[in-house]
């Protein structure tokens, strides 16, 4: 199977074309991808999850950051994935799967962790992680808008505190 991974050394972007094909675990969907979007956490995600995964959280003093990094360095594969907006068909469910059936055209955001690369021609998506695509969306299109999306909808809701009908109350 093909895949643009990431070289944790050189920052380099290329093609492996010998990785072996996915197996959907118990909630994940083996998709084959149609389209993969590119958004800000494939320039900066990578830093950031190696700097997360060894950083210990602790709480601010005024004029300091909150986080320290006062525990071991982190392990971190040597190759790390590209594109987590993807698009595509269902190719294969895991046993746990509710929902989603072989053939049905869905898009979703791979996680942070995620072993595999969108940019991909399979990869392997939790089923909490994807929906159904609309069928009036071309797969370019879906794979796009997702990151994007996401954060425009985290900014109205946190930023403008807009909130959906009925939960007003609730802030």
């Known amino acids: 199977m093909k895949a643009a991974v990431l070289d944790a050394e050189t920052s380099a972007v290329r093609i492996a074309s010998d990785l072996p094909k996915p197996n959907p675990r118990d909630n ?34 005024q004029g300091q950051a909150a986080v320290t990094s006062e525990v071991s ?14 698009a595509g068909v269902v190719e294969a469910i895991g046993s746990g799967v509710k929902g989603f059936q072989v053939g049905d055209d869905v ?48 900014a109205l809701l946190y930023q403008c505190r807009i909130v959906a009908a ?5 802030r």
């Open 107 to 154: 898009c979703g955001i791979l996680p942070l962790d995620s072993i595999g690369s969108g940019c991909a021609e399979l990869c392997c998506v939790p089923c909490t992680h994807i929906v159904a695509k609309p069928g009036s969306v071309p797969f370019v299109e879906a794979a796009a808008a997702l990151s994007p999306g996401v954060f425009a909808f985290t």
């Open 28 to 61: 994940e969907i083996l998709l084959r991808v149609k389209a993969c979007g590119l958004s800000h956490f494939d320039t900066h995600g990578q830093r950031i999850r190696k700097e997360v995964a060894g950083l210990s959280f602790e709480p601010a003093k």
């Open 73 to 86: 360095a982190p392990r971190v594969s040597s190759i790390s994935t590209v594109g987590f907006d993807v």
């Open 166 to 170: 009925g939960e007003a109350s609730r």
